[in-house]
């Protein structure tokens, strides 16, 4: 076992050095060169591969099946993963260009710099390409493309726009972009299988995290519904913000309010973590008073993990809305998840039982907090990427 807790700890710091250096590859090499040398490279999957194989042998070695909160959450982690790797095996994902009444049945793909011509089984043509904006405003409100599928001896008129997106055998097209000529470009993407897994996965994660947010002591449970109502003010407050202030396209989804509060909620208890560690610092020698803060740190780290979690993949569920991809390793994507994993160790102070010692935790809260400036900070001024406009 002792030597189990050593792989681990080594895999785990392993992976947060790759994911961090992968963020600044893309930002020195662009996005096509860090997915394939570093995300897709065999040896980074092998690095997941590895991560489930311990998991599973962790699972049944401290006989998880008898914590079943627990154990189902372990399981959602290899659900996820597997789904990311049937993504990666089975999945496509293109772009396409829609002339006004040129019917095209064609996709490109980009792979490691080549350029793929797929057919699909059906053609699509665009009717009219049309940008609605705000009301006494220039600014644009959502991107619509109205068009019809010819398949066979059967047309269907129907409309994509901006997080609305077309499904048609198996295939989903997204509205991406437009050109000045007033063609409409457009994502395509076909995930028969991934997209189940993962799905699978996340809802199994949100039930296990729910379940475990219940079962803890009452003290956690006051702090957890405290700042769930926090939680809930908040998306009703972004949410009206959403209704009444232009946004960009991309942003006027139902998942903006959802994403947005759970992950500023998260922040708010992790500098929570940051504050109380401090003050632990201050005076040392108290072992009483080391406990009681040890405690309320804890108290809040398992809802911040939990929030930080579900604000992950309710994102990663709106990239999929919008983008028609779940997870694309963007900077802020990539830093999120380092940033989860760093928190997410002190929940393992079995396995690692250094976290059972109030100065090491409080140290470790205070030194961790800095992922979150990158993430939410950082990756903005310095990485860039797709979220740069949040």
Not at 369 to 375: P, Y
Request: charged share 15%; glycine share 6%; aromatic share 12%.
């Amino acid at each position: 076992m002792k030597y189990i807790r050593h792989i681990t700890s080594v895999l785990v710091i392993i992976l947060i050095a790759v994911l961090a250096v992968g963020t600044v590859v893309e930002k020195l090499h662009g996005s096509e060169f860090a997915l394939a040398h570093v995300y897709s490279a065999w040896w980074f999957v092998s690095l997941w591969a590895l991560m489930a194989g311990l998991i599973i042998y962790m699972a049944v070695k401290c006989r998880l099946w008898k914590r079943m909160a627990v154990c189902a959450l372990h399981a959602s982690i290899l659900l996820i993963l597997l789904g990311a790797l049937l993504t990666m095996l089975t999945g496509q994902h293109g772009r396409m260009k829609l002339e006004p009444n040129r019917p095209n049945s064609q996709f490109f793909i980009q792979d490691k710099g080549e350029i793929t011509k797929e057919a699909l089984p059906f053609s699509l043509t665009l009717d009219r390409f049309e940008i609605e904006t705000y009301p006494d405003s220039k600014k644009p409100k959502d991107y619509i493309s109205h068009l019809h599928i010819t398949d066979g001896n059967t047309t269907t008129e129907t409309v994509i726009s901006m997080n609305n997106i077309l499904r048609h055998k198996h295939y989903r097209f997204y509205q991406s972009d437009f050109d000045e000529q007033g063609n409409s470009i457009l994502d395509v993407a076909r995930d028969p299988w991934g997209i189940g897994v993962t799905y699978a996965g996340y809802a199994l994660l949100f039930i296990a995290l729910v379940a475990i947010l219940i079962e803890r002591r009452k003290s956690f449970r006051a702090v957890t519904w405290s700042w769930l109502a926090v939680l809930v003010v908040l998306m009703v407050v972004l949410y009206i913000r959403m209704l009444t202030h232009p946004l960009l396209p991309v942003l006027r989804s139902p998942f903006f309010s959802f994403h947005i509060s759970t992950i500023v909620t998260a922040y708010a208890l992790l500098l929570g973590i940051l504050v109380v560690g401090i003050i632990a610092l201050i005076k040392p020698k108290d072992k009483v008073r080391l406990e009681r803060l040890k405690s309320l740190s804890t108290a809040m780290l398992y809802p911040a993990v939990a929030l930080l979690t579900i604000g992950i993949f309710i994102g990663a569920i709106w990239a999929n809305v919008s983008w028609g991809n779940y997870w694309s390793w963007d900077p802020k994507e990539v830093w999120a998840l380092i940033t989860l994993l760093i928190y997410a160790a002190p929940l393992h102070e079995k396995l690692w039982k250094s976290f059972q010692k109030p100065i090491f935790f409080h140290i470790y809260g205070i030194l961790a907090f800095l992922s979150v400036l990158i993430t939410y900070f950082g990756v903005n001024l310095i990485l860039g990427g797709v979220h740069a406009y949040s």
